[in-house]
């Protein structure tokens, strides 16, 4: 029996490396930016530095709308000419209803889609894609492999400084409250995204340099009991402080790979810059 041609479908919250540019069986659909009133695709006519010169000069907060079912309806219908199946793997439901519009055009495009929330965003979701496209490689079902990535989705772990508490509360992502205390106290929070996909307070730290000491820590314990063998580094447009970052975490865990890289626009709305993420993986033994 011949090895059934599989597509991999994202959304531009996940981190692009070149190497998934440049593959032929990857599509990504654009997130949408809206700011005064002007839509922009994410990656497409809008690059992460006109969108911080957005954030600075605009009297509106930018935001982000998720793609529409049009959108995956006709990506799915042209997918269809030239595949027999798709892995759609997108950023956590309980973050954007990017999910239920992919779900929905897939229906209307009647085209055998399995749809995989990745639990969490940006490299988390690379990491499934790379994992889907591997399995491919090698024959494995359409089905297989969604359900393999649904388990690998929940070992993936993160811990998140924000560049900008206003950012996130302009956003509508955090109360008043919460807004006023961390300004007033100058307390970083660190969030994390967890294993249900949901954002929240992993802890309080009085400043920056405890706070990124902290996640160091953190991540040094997280690969002391688990099999991680390499750690991304995410930052917004602050190239500066992720190399900083990755100084500390080469110190401290010599043998782990890291890898750095930016977060998309469509993140960015949200966290704001000078945003710090570390994402990594629990690799099964």
């Known amino acids: 029996m011949s090895k059934k041609k599989i597509a991999f479908v994202t959304d531009s919250t996940a981190f692009i490396t070149e190497e998934l540019k440049g593959h ?44 529409s079912v049009g959108k995956f309806t006709e990506l799915y219908e042209e997918l269809k000419q030239n595949y027999d199946a798709a892995v759609a793997i997108h950023v956590s439901n309980k973050l954007s209803g990017t999910i239920s519009s992919s779900t929905t055009g897939k229906d209307q495009a009647e085209f055998d889609v399995e749809v995989v929330d990745s639990l969490s965003l940006s490299y988390a979701i690379t990491t499934l894609m790379k994992k889907g496209l591997s399995m491919a490689e090698k024959g494995v ?20 400084l924000l560049g900008s508490l206003e950012q996130l509360y ?40 405890k706070a990124t000491n902290r996640i160091v820590d953190l991540l040094k314990q997280s690969c002391a009991e688990n099999n991680v063998k390499e750690v991304q580094i995410m930052h917004g447009n602050v190239p500066e402080k992720a190399n900083a970052l990755k100084e500390k975490i080469q110190e401290a865990i ?15 709305v949200h966290a704001g810059e000078g945003t710090l993420a570390m994402l990594w993986h629990l690799e099964k033994e």
Do not use: C, H, W
């Not at 599509?27 to 922009?40: F, G, H, N, Q």
């Not at 359409?142 to 811990?159: C, G, H, Q």
């Not at 106290?185 to 967890?194: F, R, V």
């Not at 010599?254 to 960015?268: K, M, Q, W, Y």
């Open 141 to 160: 079902d359409v089905k297989e492999i969604a359900n393999e990535l649904r388990d690998e989705a929940t070992r993936s772990r993160n811990l998140i």
């Open 254 to 268: 010599p043998e782990l790979d890291i890898v750095v890289g930016e977060i998309s626009s469509s993140l960015a």
């Open 24 to 67: 032929p069986d990857v599509y990504v659909v654009p997130i949408v930016v809206i700011s005064e009133e002007k839509e922009y695709e994410d990656g497409i006519d809008l690059s992460s530095e006109q969108l911080y010169d957005m954030i600075r000069n605009s009297k509106e907060v930018p935001k982000t709308s998720q793609p």
């Open 170 to 209: 302009k956003g509508g992502r955090m109360s008043g409250a919460q807004f006023l205390l961390g300004n007033v106290l100058q307390i970083k929070p660190i969030l994390t995204i967890n294993s249900e996909g949901e954002l929240g307070l992993s802890e309080r730290v009085r400043s920056e340099k």
